[in-house]
Nanobody, 121 residues
Framework: QVQLVESGGGLVQPGGSLRLSCAAS????????MGWYRQAPGKQREWVAS???????NYADSGKGRFTISRDNAKNTVDLQMNSLKPEDTAVYYC???????????????WGKGTLVTVSS
């Protein structure tokens, strides 16, 4: 019943910006860490950024200085602001969250289905 849904992907030119959003819904007690991963064609899925429940952030070197992760605990959402985009940023972006279910207080990681970001001129 708990699910994550990403939005905001699309086509953008090199040097442009894009903001991704992910909303968690369902029978949720609380959400611990949230984060973003991406998977380029023919490549392994890689970690992009994460944010704790208190707002502490961490970034992979690939997006450091260009990407900003944020969350809204009241809305159960996590965003990824991506600036100065490069062709190598092209990938399907997935959000993830460690969620404690209200039903049984079991914590586990959930994944969205992904949103495609294409950086090309």
């Amino acid at each position: 019943q708990v699910q994550l849904v990403e939005s905001g992907g699309g086509l953008v030119q090199p040097g442009g910006s894009l903001r991704l959003s992910c909303a968690a819904s369902g029978s949720i007690s609380n959400i611990n860490d949230m984060g973003w991963y991406r998977q380029a064609p023919g490549k392994q899925r890689e970690w992009v950024a994460s944010i704790s429940s208190s707002g502490s952030t961490n970034y992979a070197d690939s997006g450091k200085g260009r990407f900003t992760i944020s969350r809204d605990n009241a809305k159960n959402t996590v965003d990824l602001q991506m600036n100065s985009l490069k062709p190598e940023d092209t990938a399907v972006y997935y959000c993830t969250a460690n969620i404690v279910r209200r039903q049984d207080f079991v914590a586990m990681y959930y994944w969205g289905k992904g949103t495609l970001v294409t950086v090309s001129s």
